[in-house]
């Protein structure tokens, strides 16, 4: 309840101011940063997650197809969700005046559906680690990956003009505020196929 609260203050403060104090400066350090591939590396940054799916896709649907379809409807969750939250909020993308717009942008700006996708999926792929790989140095790697690239996504919206750090704040809060039930939903599920499968035997 607290961090739901705290994201309502957060979507009625961004509906008030069209960026936060700090905002304009995050945006002007990353967008400082200057070294070979760096913008390569930006661009790529959002489509990082959609590869991990594909290739989850690849690996795990033949016997992991219950997971799959979580991670996939929790991910169109978060999109529909950002979507209509952008509507109310209702904050425009950071302007051209204040920051370089590296990237074509349309719509609004709070919060980031990107990160908040990112946070679902990689949140969720965290979360069954322990079923997906069994080593615990492999699954200590795939959990730091997931948070490189949740956290790669949500830098890189800034640093091409597209968000502010604030909307990729709301992103975190959003995708973590759905990835919750998404957990607990799967879990109810995954214990009565495991009641289902036990009375059959």
Wanted: charge should be positive.
């Amino acid at each position: 309840a607290f961090f739901i609260v705290l994201f309502g203050v957060l979507c009625y403060f961004a509906n008030r101011f069209d960026y936060f104090p700090g905002d304009l400066s995050i945006s002007s350090w990353l967008q400082g940063i200057d070294f070979a591939g760096v913008k390569p590396i930006m661009r790529f940054a959002p489509y990082a997650v959609g590869l991990a799916v594909l290739v989850s896709l690849r690996l795990w649907l033949p016997s992991r197809r219950r997971e799959v379809i979580f991670i996939a409807l929790s991910a169109l969750a978060a999109g529909a969700a950002g979507w209509l939250l952008k509507l109310m909020v209702g904050r425009p993308r950071p302007d051209a005046e204040l920051v370089q717009l590296l990237v074509g942008t349309h719509g609004l700006s709070f919060p980031s559906g990107h990160v908040a996708c990112a946070t679902v999926i990689g949140g969720f792929i965290f979360y069954l680690a322990p079923k997906l790989v069994k080593t615990p140095a492999a699954r200590w790697l795939l959990r730091a990956l997931l948070v490189v690239i949740i956290l790669a996504i949500g830098a890189s919206r800034i640093y091409l003009g597209a968000h502010w750090f604030s909307d990729v704040v709301g992103g975190l809060f959003l995708g973590g505020l759905l990835l919750y039930p998404s957990i607990v939903l799967y879990n109810k599920c995954a214990a009565k196929r495991g009641t289902k499968n036990a009375g059959a035997a």
